[in-house]
């Protein structure tokens, strides 16, 4: 009794002569994760977030700013017409992040991480309040902020966002950048 899907030993040598040589195909095996792999994987992204959302700047670093009138900064490829219409209140504040109460270290940190959600939020104008007191907040902000390379511009905010004691920041949005 033959079979009907067998091939005969002509059949497979009609057939291995048509297509040439071949090179069998290795089968991918995707293996189920466990909860640990899971969990180590989650630590992994979170980890990776943080990282990305942790900019170095350096206290150092003295751009040259305007000394007098208000405190304002355009990146070199910006139009200079932004910091116009960021003092004229153009733009809103899509964040506002407050630096009230926070030494240098954690207002660093906070400024990166606002950055870094910027991108994810996609929130291209941001209000920093960082207050007058003692001015060191107020001169070291904008010190650290010509630093990031996604800052586009930034002028002394209007008064309805905070004036001397606030900065509203243009962010430059990339395409790129994947959501979580």
């Given amino acids: 009794m033959k079979l009907k899907n067998a091939l005969s030993a002509q059949e ?14 290795e089968q991918d095996k995707i293996r189920p994760t466990t909860k640990q792999a899971k969990k180590k994987i989650q630590l992994g992204k979170d980890k990776s977030a943080k990282q990305a959302a942790q900019f170095h700047f350096s206290d150092e670093f003295e751009p040259d700013l305007n000394s007098q009138g208000p405190m304002k900064y355009v990146r070199h ?10 003092r004229r209140g153009h733009y ?4 506002i992040l407050d630096l009230h109460g926070l030494d240098q270290h954690q ?13 994810k939020e996609h929130a291209q104008c941001v209000c920093i309040v960082h207050g007058i007191g003692s001015r060191i907040l107020k001169t070291k902000v904008p010190h650290w902020l010509v630093q990031h390379p996604d ?7 209007p008064l309805e966002w905070g ?17 979580d």
């Fill in 12 to 25: 497979k040598q009609l057939f291995k002569e048509a297509i040439g040589k071949v090179k069998p195909m």
């Fill in 151 to 157: 800052v586009m511009a930034f002028h002394q905010a």
């Fill in 107 to 119: 207002a660093k940190q906070e400024i990166a991480a606002l950055l870094y959600a910027c991108q």
């Fill in 92 to 95: 809103s504040p899509d964040l």
């Fill in 163 to 179: 004036g001397n004691g606030a900065l509203l920041v243009l962010i430059e949005l990339k395409d790129k950048f994947y959501r």
């Fill in 77 to 86: 490829d910006v139009d200079t017409f932004e910091a116009k219409n960021l």
